[in-house]
């Protein structure tokens, strides 16, 4: 991830950085209070979204490639 990290333009990493901050912000100090293992919970969700987002546009670039 170092290199992916390097090529992100400061204003982009900023607004990356701000969306992180109101995701930990609320795991942290939201009304639910939440373990660390609910707090893990809730990053595979993300992960696992962010899994399946990717393999179904890689499958729509596919689709098109063979079109």
Known sequence: MGNFVDE???YRFN???KIASKVVD????GA???SYDEMEIV???IRLGIEESRDK???R???????
Request: hydrophobic fraction near 35%; proline fraction near 8%; charged fraction near 20%.
């Open 43 to 45: 990053l595979n969700m």
């Open 8 to 10: 992100i333009p400061p």
């Open 61 to 67: 670039k596919e689709t098109k490639a063979c079109s």
């Open 26 to 29: 609320t795991m942290v100090g």
């Open 15 to 17: 607004q990356l950085t």
């Open 32 to 34: 639910l209070q939440m």
């Open 57 to 59: 546009n890689d499958k």
